[in-house]
């Protein structure tokens, strides 16, 4: 059903908006020294990195939006008073075959467990496949998260890879798991 | 020390980029050998474009390219190659094209694939290598579970050809599973 009086990016406790180059590197900077929360979202060797360095990442970020065309990013605000929660993006999308990946992650401690994930999830699905029209997402987790198990599970993705072994953390080694949505799916679960 | 280029059909070496460019550019034609080894849409560059492409992979710290040539002839017939996506996490994805199909299904691709293993194993140092194909690949399915690689997962739908959805496969290989067949052997 088309039903263009939805608004996108408003949920009950969130919205979805852009990148504010002025006040969100000194907080992103922040959460980057939180190597615990780096981990979780991250695969690539964790740092924390300067204000400088995250305006730096922005600007790379919005480059990519506009050339590449495969990247919808999106930070994530509480209605409340405005302030940066986290971030949510469907990336590396494959027009040819219509799927992409999606990503999210909540910043600060104690805007975790408050249910902002899910309705950043539940916004950042709607916008993937009702708004860019995708055949499937694919989200990909690493063993250990399992915050963010939970969280695909409960909106019905199903298991489809468990990449054996492919990450070491502390010595120790995690299969890496992705996560696959049909468009379907997400249509027969808004009837239900 | 054994040579470890050199398999029981194939070698493994690397070329000039014009040469290589060239090679790409006829192989490049063949749609169906496109459509079996890549998922991006098949297309048609320049040989300028793709000595480019191929110089970019050469200097790509990543990235392990080489060239197959067959023992018997010295024939330039395809293209392996290793990318190491995470030095930390020692993973790398390995990729393989036979772009002369006069070569196909007699185990040049395996040879070659098993040579591009044991480098990852013994001179990259790896720990797990990795790699992606279409599930109406069944020649490619049968050539990496013949070297060991184990399925590992399969995606829905993710392609799409000739107006058809199709699933893609997802194959592994930890460094002791290698090094416990290398001793069967």
Redesign the interface.
Known sequence: MLDIQTQLFEATDIRFGPIDHETHPEIESKWTHDAEFMRLLD???VRPLSPAMIKKQYEAIEKEIEEDKNLFYFTIRAREDDHLIGKAMVEWI?W????GFIRLGIGAAEDRRKGYGSQALHMLLRYAFGELNL??V?AVVPAYNEGALRLFQKFGF???????????RDGQFWDLI?F?L?NTEWQDQARA | MKDIYRGTLVRLCDESPEIMAKAFAKWDRDTEQHRLAD???AMLLSEKKIKEIVEKRAENKQSAPFSIRTLAEDKLIGGVGLWVH?W????AWLGISIGDREYWGKGYGTDAMRLMVQYGFIELNL??I?LGLHAYNERARKSYEKIGF?M?????????RDGV?FDSL?M?I?REEWLAAQELA
């Open positions: 695969l690539k060797p494959d040819t075959n219509g799927n055949y499937r694919t199903v298991e489809e890879v468990r990449r054996r072994q492919a990450l070491n992705s696959g049909l | 998922s991006d849409p995470s930390s996490h020692s993973d720990r797990r990795s184990k590992e997962g399969r995606t829905r739908g993710d392609g799409l959805r997802w592994g930890l």
